[in-house]
Nanobody, 123 residues
Framework: QVQLVESGGGLVQAGGSLRLSCAVS??????????MGWFRQAPGTQRDMVAT???????NYADSAKGRFTISRDDAERTLYLQMNNLKPEDTAVYYC???????????????WGQGTQVTVSS
């Protein structure tokens, strides 16, 4: 069974930076056979996509993340990253890692989620 563990969240002032990590563990034949993504959920809101990266490295960002966030993956280390710069108070949320069951970020019931890591940006 595959497990995803996020880390790197915390409290930061507006304008600051954080780097989130998502470590993949468990029974998986090829880490690079799966698209991955970062999502976030603020209290009282739905969980929204922040950024995705396909197995081939193609990236996609929410408008709110473009120019500030960078998603990347290190398949040798089985780790997904999200570099977040110029953070704003509206970025405050729980950030979740997602492993898609396919090469591209196509939602499926077989997708795996992490438990989330809290990011809080103070003004």
């Amino acid at each position: 069974q595959v497990q995803l563990v996020e880390s790197g969240g915390g409290l930061v002032q507006a304008g600051g930076s954080l780097r989130l990590s998502c470590a993949v563990s468990g029974r998986i034949l090829r880490t690079n056979a799966h698209a991955m993504g970062w999502f976030r959920q603020a209290p009282g809101t739905q969980r929204d996509m922040v950024a995705t990266i396909s197995a081939g490295g193609n990236t996609n960002y929410a408008d709110s993340a473009k120019g500030r966030f960078t998603i990347s993956r290190d398949d040798a280390e089985r780790t997904l990253y999200l570099q977040m710069n110029n953070l704003k108070p509206e970025d405050t949320a729980v950030y979740y890692c997602r492993q898609y069951s396919s090469l591209r970020p196509t939602p499926s019931r077989a997708d795996v989620w992490g438990q989330g890591t809290q990011v809080t940006v103070s003004s």
